[in-house]
């Protein structure tokens, strides 16, 4: 199994959502020596907005376009390849002004690509992105799971939206919730967040071991 890992909170080593989801990863890693893990930190190394070179780059043939769509477009290329060769995706962002991170919206900018990722047909779009399991890790200040405050999550509504229009419909959400609250609060967070990796991670082992 191929594991793409991307995390995009800007907190570095005081996320919760990456502490998580790099766990989450290293645990699947751990469960089966044949699990292969690429990570895309898009802190470290954040992709470019989509710009005019992109948006016109992208709809011009490849021996035509100027040196910086071919640069930006390419950006686009390689994020679309780690896509299509994962197994399972793991998105880790923070719950930043209701939403998620500005950086990981510039992944999802670059990966909904038409006649890349979906393309429109006589019954309309349809996803390409397909056989992917996918694993948002949310973490957020607030309780927005549950509650009056559930009208102000835009995160796991976007984000499933999203990638299901572009062919990935499998996805579990991994909350880390309240963290605001204290530290006791944050220490409960995580712990509820740890328990539902191991039993992803144990089901993971169970499918693998039934195949």
Partial sequence: MSILLVTSSPRGAASHSTRIATEFAQK????????????RDLVANPLPHIDAD??????????????RQAEVVGVSDVVLDELFAADTVILA?????????????SWV????????SFAYGENGP???VTGKKV???LASGGIYSEGAAVQFDHA???????????????VDVIRIE????????VDAALAKATATVDALVAASRDVAAAA
Wanted: proline residues 7%.
């Fill in 156 to 170: 796991v509504p976007y984000l499933r939206s999203v990638l299901g229009f572009i062919g990935m419909t499998d």
């Fill in 178 to 185: 309240g963290v605001s609250k204290g530290p006791d609060a």
């Fill in 54 to 67: 992109y948006a016109t780059g992208i709809y011009t043939p490849a021996d035509a376009r100027t040196p």
């Fill in 28 to 39: 699947l890693l751990a469960a089966d020596p044949s699990n292969t893990l690429v990570v």
């Fill in 135 to 137: 694993y948002i890790v």
């Fill in 126 to 128: 349809k996803g390409l």
């Fill in 109 to 116: 900018d670059h990966v909904a690509r038409s006649g890349k």
């Fill in 93 to 105: 962002t923070g719950f930043i002004n209701f939403n998620i991170s500005s950086t990981l919206k």
